[in-house]
């Protein structure tokens, strides 16, 4: 999968801490409501992290959901990352604020299994990003941080939306480092057809699970050390 992507740096940085990480121990799902294709997550970073803090790269999972495999000439991935966000908003009160810098992955010529999770991590997961960005982010904050991530497809006649492709989401375990914000996550409700990862999402588009603790967006966050 690594072997295909463009856009990002694949090679491990050897001085990243895990800041971080809802994905080790926890239990993997994904929503199958539509608009699934851009998410949004709220967290506090943990591992000894201090303002300011450069992150470094990441880890994530998504899912390719049809009736047969489908090849793309291309997958994006859209990242945006927030210094600020409001565990609180609600209604048309916009969730993230202060955007620092955005970033992008993209899988070239890519043959996506039906009904298939494909994650993006470290042959020993947690021990360095699998995907390292061009250059650190730095965030002035620490506490309820904001991330986006946008997923579009490009089958022949240019990147879109395409609700086959989500990103997965984390439940039950709660994170081994760091914590979420709150119990959920965000989805493009009132952006049909997003074609950025800057746009806030709204209050109005949290989501949640009915009887199901740790909900949110499946990622691990690295940082350069303190």
């Known amino acids: 999968l690594l072997a295909l992507l463009a856009g990002g740096t694949v090679a491990s940085q050897a001085q990243s801490t895990l800041v971080f990480d809802n994905m080790t121990g926890t239990s993997f799902t994904f929503t199958g409501v539509a608009p699934r294709n851009l998410f949004g997550g709220i967290y506090t970073l943990g591992g000894g992290a201090t303002s300011p803090v450069s992150l470094t790269g990441m880890d994530f999972s998504f899912g390719h959901f049809s009736t047969a495999p489908v090849t793309y000439t291309s997958v994006r991935f859209d990242v945006t990352f927030f210094n600020n966000a409001n565990p609180a908003a609600t209604g048309t009160t916009p969730v993230f604020t202060n955007p620092v810098a955005s970033t992008f992955f993209t899988l070239s010529n890519f ?20 995907v390292t960005f061009g250059a650190p982010i730095t965030l002035t904050n620490t506490t309820d941080i904001g991330m986006q991530i946008l997923v579009r497809s490009d089958a022949g006649a240019g990147l879109v939306s395409n609700q086959n492709f989500t990103l997965a989401l984390s439940s039950v375990a709660p994170p081994a480092v760091g914590s979420s914000s709150i119990n959920g996550f965000f989805r493009n409700e009132s952006q049909p057809n997003p074609t950025n990862a800057s746009t806030s999402l709204l209050g109005s588009d949290g989501r949640g699970f009915a009887n199901t603790n740790n909900v949110g967006l499946s990622v691990r966050l690295y940082a350069a050390p303190p």
């Open 111 to 130: 043959t996506a299994a039906a009904n298939t999770r494909y994650t993006f991590e470290d042959t020993l997961p947690g021990s360095a990003p699998a």
